[in-house]
């Protein structure tokens, strides 16, 4: 059954890919399906010169890495500081991006409808503690981003 199910289910795009170690990776693929159009996370290993899909069961989307995600969130806040009007505001701004810490990234799902990696991620600053916020992610070819809120 499930082969027959791969076997109807066409990839329409690869959004996105992920090493996972020398012989496999793990991919955000968009599918053209009889059950409907969406996004799927796959992982597929390497047979020679060609790329088999390892059969899982929840296979679980690539996600990026904390200090990716530490980065993607500094880089934010300096934008956002850089936008501030008052001196006082973006020195606010860039004093808690510097001190921001991502300590873990949880309960990542993807949206099968827009490809977006939605996550919970675990933050602590100097100044506020800890404290977690949900998180959206797109992983183009092998690049990651945030999304907007």
């Given amino acids: 059954m499930v082969q027959t199910l791969l076997e109807s289910m066409k990839i329409a795009a690869v959004q996105g890919c992920q090493g996972i170690d020398p012989e496999r990776t793990a991919c955000i693929v968009e599918l053209d399906s009889p059950m409907g159009d969406g996004y799927e996370a796959y992982r597929f290993r390497r047979d020679g010169a060609d790329w088999q899909i390892v059969e899982e069961q929840d296979t679980p989307p690539p996600q990026p890495d904390i200090a990716q995600v530490q980065a993607l969130l500094r880089a934010h806040l300096a934008e956002l500081a ?6 006082k505001d973006e020195a606010e701004f860039r004093a808690f991006a510097t001190s ?6 949880e309960s990542c799902q993807l949206d099968r409808d827009t ?7 675990q933050l602590h600053t ?3 503690g800890k404290g977690s916020k949900p998180l959206r992610f797109e992983l183009k070819e092998a690049t990651w981003s945030l999304l907007p809120d």
């Fill in 82 to 87: 850089g936008q501030q009007k008052a001196p």
């Fill in 100 to 105: 921001l810490t991502v300590t873990a990234l």
């Fill in 115 to 121: 490809g977006a990696l939605e996550c919970d991620a």
């Fill in 126 to 128: 100097s100044s506020q």
